[in-house]
Structures are given as structure tokens and as C-alpha cells.
């Protein structure tokens, strides 16, 4: 297991930007797939990017592509992401997940195993 603990989210308007954090324990993060989802009131927790081990590959939502950006340092057990042209219905709790599994490309929620508490984004119009 490893714990994940998310930081980074507020209050911003339309148009402005967020870059969210999720630090990671353990000696092993650095071998996990590690992804970004997000739950908006009354909605079912949806993916939204993912980014390799190394960080070499990454794959987003089409809701998100071109303005978010998933990246990790694995020195500091840390993934990022940078949330530019910021829309209202990007508001949700965000959340970091790690595949403990191994699993080359993981989408579905199932396929993570550990998650963060989330962190709250609100954008406003």
C-alpha cells in the first residue's frame, strides 16, 4: 500500500490556472502508475490523466487534453497537475490514485488500489 495525501486545489476563476500535488509514501512509488480523477456533486468519479513510472508516458480525458498537464518527480514520491484554461464544470474533488498492480495502461477505477483523501477545485464564472 501506499499512502497518498493531495494538495493544491482553491478557488479560481474561469480562465485561470490550478497546479495540484499528491505526495506519495514509501519507497516503492516510484514503480506505480499513478493517475488523476475527479468527482463532481451528483456525478460518478471520472479519469482524467495518467502518467507511466517514469513519467516518459502520459494519456488525458479528451475533457482536459491540451489545457491539463499530468507529471511526476519521483525523487520527491510526487505527481503534479497543472490545470490551465480552467472551465466551471472542471469543478470537483480531485483525486490521486496508484495501480499497485502493475498494469501498463489502467483507466478504470477499479484498477487502483490506493487513493488520496481529494482536494476541492471550484471554478468559478
Known amino acids: 500500500q501506499v499512502q497518498l495525501v493531495e494538495s493544491g486545489g482553491g478557488l479560481v476563476q474561469a480562465g485561470g490556472s490550478l497546479r495540484l500535488s499528491c505526495k506519495g509514501s514509501g519507497r516503492t512509488f516510484s514503480s506505480y502508475v499513478m493517475a488523476w480523477f475527479r468527482q463532481a456533486p451528483g456525478k460518478e468519479r471520472e479519469f482524467v490523466a495518467r502518467?507511466?513510472?517514469?513519467?516518459?508516458?502520459?494519456y488525458y480525458a479528451d475533457s482536459v487534453k491540451g489545457r491539463f498537464t499530468i507529471s511526476r518527480d519521483n525523487a520527491k514520491n510526487t505527481i503534479y497537475l497543472q490545470m490551465n484554461s480552467l472551465k466551471p464544470e472542471d469543478t470537483a474533488v480531485y483525486y490521486c490514485?496508484?495501480?499497485?498492480?502493475?498494469?501498463?495502461?489502467?483507466?478504470?477505477?477499479?484498477?487502483?488500489?490506493?487513493w488520496g483523501q481529494g482536494t476541492q477545485v471550484t471554478v468559478s464564472s
Open positions: 490514485a496508484a495501480d499497485l498492480n502493475g498494469r501498463l495502461r489502467p483507466i478504470a477505477r477499479t484498477e487502483f488500489g490506493s
Open positions: 502518467v507511466s513510472w517514469s513519467g516518459e508516458s502520459t
